[in-house]
């Protein structure tokens, strides 16, 4: 059984910065490409990053790029995102999420075949 599992989320001053962790289990990380999305109240989800199995390779949405960074430990079976200069409209619920193929790098939530359940970050202004 495949589980992702996110952590570091939490409440943050406009400016400030957060890392984000998503621990796996039940599949062969190493070999799968991961993304981060978010969801904010009322919004539609949305891509934030993307990361190819090796980890050679990120891709961003233009949204956060220059202010985030995704990266992966294959060792420890996690991929994080560090958030720099926070702003209030990045305030949302935060998922990272697992392709269940050998697929590339995708910002499609379809290409995604298995998610976290979430975690918060909030920003103030």
């Known amino acids: 059984q495949v589980q992702l599992v996110e952590s570091g989320g939490g409440l943050v001053q406009a400016g400030g910065s957060l890392r984000l962790s998503c621990a796996a289990s039940g599949l062969t990380f190493s070999s799968v490409a991961m993304g981060w999305f978010r969801q904010a109240p009322g919004k539609e989800r949305e891509f934030v990053a993307a990361?190819?199995?090796?980890?050679?390779?990120?891709f961003y949405a233009g949204s956060v790029k220059g202010r985030v960074t995704m990266s992966r430990d294959n060792a420890k079976n996690t991929v994080y995102l560090q958030m720099n200069s926070l702003k209030p409209e990045d305030t949302a619920v935060y998922y990272c999420?697992?392709?269940?193929?050998?697929?590339?790098?995708?910002?499609?939530?379809?290409?995604?075949?298995?998610w976290g359940q979430g975690t918060q970050v909030t920003v103030s202004p």
């Open positions: 990361i190819s199995w090796s980890g050679g390779m990120t």
């Open positions: 999420a697992a392709r269940g193929s050998s697929g590339g790098m995708s910002k499609f939530i379809r290409d995604y075949d298995y």
